[in-house]
């Protein structure tokens, strides 16, 4: 059974920083790109950050861009999301996701595997 577990949310006040994990079992991820998505209440999930399977190449949002490091460790199997400068607009659940192989942008890979969430509140 696959499973993707979140960790790292919590409420940290604007300026502030978080780390977010994601813990894969069940398979090994190491050959299948990964990446971040957040859902705000009332919004449509959206992309966030995204990082093939060997971490040499990385896709952010714009929104995010600057202030958003995402990495793997495949030896841990792990996805790592770091977050610096947050911002109010940040608060969200994130989500981290795995997807097939064979995808031109990361962007546009079809994730098919999906964690439950971590919370991810920006106090003003």
């Known amino acids: 059974q696959v499973q993707l577990v979140e960790s790292g949310g919590g409420l940290v006040q604007a300026g502030g920083s978080l780390r977010l994990s994601c813990a894969a079992s069940?398979?090994?991820?190491?050959?299948?790109?990964m990446a971040w998505f957040r859902q705000a209440p009332g919004k449509e999930r959206e992309f966030v950050a995204a990082?093939?399977?060997?971490?040499?190449?990385?896709a952010y949002a714009d929104s995010v861009k600057g202030r958003f490091t995402i990495s793997r460790d495949n030896a841990k199997n792990t996805l790592y999301l770091q977050m610096n400068s947050l911002k109010p607009e940040d608060t969200a659940v994130y989500y981290c996701?795995?997807?097939?192989?064979?995808?031109?942008?990361?962007?546009?890979?079809?994730?098919?595997?999906w964690g439950q969430g971590t919370q991810v509140t920006v106090s003003s």
């Open positions: 996701a795995s997807g097939p192989q064979g995808y031109g942008s990361l962007k546009t890979v079809p994730y098919n595997y």
């Open positions: 069940g398979r090994t991820f190491t050959y299948f790109p």
């Open positions: 990082i093939n399977w060997s971490g040499g190449t990385t």
